[in-house]
């Protein structure tokens, strides 16, 4: 049996195969969480209300799936799973009435088991230690992908519960009924604030042939939909792994870019070097195209002498978080994260900085990509180029991330 890490996957040989979920302590766990699955279209959403398996519908509308709640068990038939279902998502969420606070940091160990048809285990994914307090959360998956189905380990987490992941495969939960006032009694009653969704955008970067796309945290945090979109191309987006410490999220899509982002090999990004920062600042208001600036690496440390952040020059804009920034050879030395707060900079001091900006480290980007098990691309640096030729690369790797909420 071989164990995942959050991110891999491996292919599936056999027709029918058996999910289970397990959790330590398991009283608790059976008590407090309830496990489902979803059956999703290419483009991530829910077909049909008959498309999800749970204890209240143990059995999808094709009969691909079949969930035994005694044993927390799904029994997938893979043949019978109709072409319009792209993907199987295995979900759990705290159930309603359990003790406030419950999160899934709660437990020692949740798990998800790969068997076959006969029971015997072929993968298992352990979820890493919950601490930020989700709720809610895709476990794992089955995806089709080229003629192959597969099993992926997600551990994608939704701390607003319930209603977050029911957003995100396009289902909204039914509003709570509210409670009548007692008689005799007064209620003043306002209706609320009606809204669009919450519209919110930055820059990411294509880092695997096979759709992963690394941008900062902060972009996609309480996005319901993600779409990726340059000139040349345009994509839906699924978070596959967060470490918002570290403001990195590795994104996925199933139709990739063209390009490939490259790190550099050797030595790390040094003082006074020249770089160049490629994205999509403003959301759209400087033009529909990437945007190109240049400056040089100001600083090897960054706020409050955090030694995973650089400071540089190179001007950017809101917008720009999650891009790379690309040495003079073009290669990935930092992900562009954050600029310095020029208005409470001027209110604390009078002077008013200028592009002082930071990017995370590349070290710590490609130790987040070996913990997942992306396998990125890498190369010794050549020596400096145009920058109107890195510029052109950069444009089949890079990504507008736009996110709604």
Not at 72 to 83: G, I, K, R
Request: with cysteine; glycine share 12%.
């Amino acid at each position: 049996m071989q164990e995942l890490q959050p991110g891999q996957n491996r292919p599936i040989t056999g027709s029918q195969v058996v999910i289970t979920v397990t959790g330590e302590p398991l009283d608790e766990f059976s008590a407090m969480i309830r496990a489902g699955a979803v059956l999703l279209a290419a483009d991530g959403r829910i077909r049909d209300p008959g498309d999800q398996v749970s204890a209240e519908q143990p059995r999808s509308r094709d009969g691909s799936v079949e969930f035994t709640v005694s044993r927390s068990e799904f029994q997938v038939n893979l043949d019978a799973v109709p072409e319009t279902v792209a993907r199987i998502a295995v979900v759990l969420a705290v159930k309603p009435g359990s003790p406030r606070g419950t999160t899934f940091g709660g437990f020692t160990t949740i798990d998800a088991w790969l068997a076959d048809a006969a029971g015997q285990p072929l993968l298992r994914f352990s979820l890493p230690p919950a601490t930020r307090g989700e709720t809610a959360m895709i476990l794992a998956e089955l995806y089709h992908y080229q003629g192959q189905w597969k099993f992926r380990a997600v551990g994608q987490g939704f701390s607003a519960g319930l209603p977050a992941l029911a957003a995100h495969f396009g289902l909204r939960l039914p509003e709570p009924t509210p409670e009548r006032p007692a008689a005799g009694g007064s209620e003043s009653r306002r209706d609320p604030e009606r809204s669009g969704p919450a519209s919110f955008s930055g820059t990411g970067f294509c880092v695997h042939p096979d759709g992963y796309v690394l941008t900062n945290h902060h972009v996609i945090e309480g996005a319901s939909e993600i779409l990726g979109r340059s000139p040349r191309h345009r994509c839906r987006l699924e978070p596959i792994f967060a470490d918002p410490t570290n403001d990195l999220v590795l994104l996925r899509t199933d139709t990739p870019p063209p390009g490939i982002a490259l790190f550099r090999d050797g030595p790390q990004a040094r003082l006074g070097e020249t770089v160049i920062v490629v994205g999509y600042p403003l959301g759209g208001l400087l033009g529909s195209g990437p945007q190109v600036t240049t400056g040089n690496v100001s600083s090897l440390i960054g706020p409050g002498d955090d030694t995973r952040a650089l400071q540089f020059t190179a001007p950017i804009q809101s917008g720009n978080s999650g891009g790379p920034l690309l040495d003079g050879d073009g290669a990935v030395v930092g992900v562009v994260s954050s600029k310095l707060n020029a208005v409470r900079v001027h209110e604390m001091t009078g002077d008013v900085p200028q592009n002082v900006n930071f990017a995370i480290k590349a070290a710590l980007a490609r130790g987040f990509l070996d913990a997942v098990g992306v396998d990125y691309r890498s190369r010794l640096s050549g020596g400096i180029r145009a920058a109107t030729d890195i510029a052109a690369e950069a444009r089949d790797f890079v990504l507008k991330i736009e996110c709604r909420g």
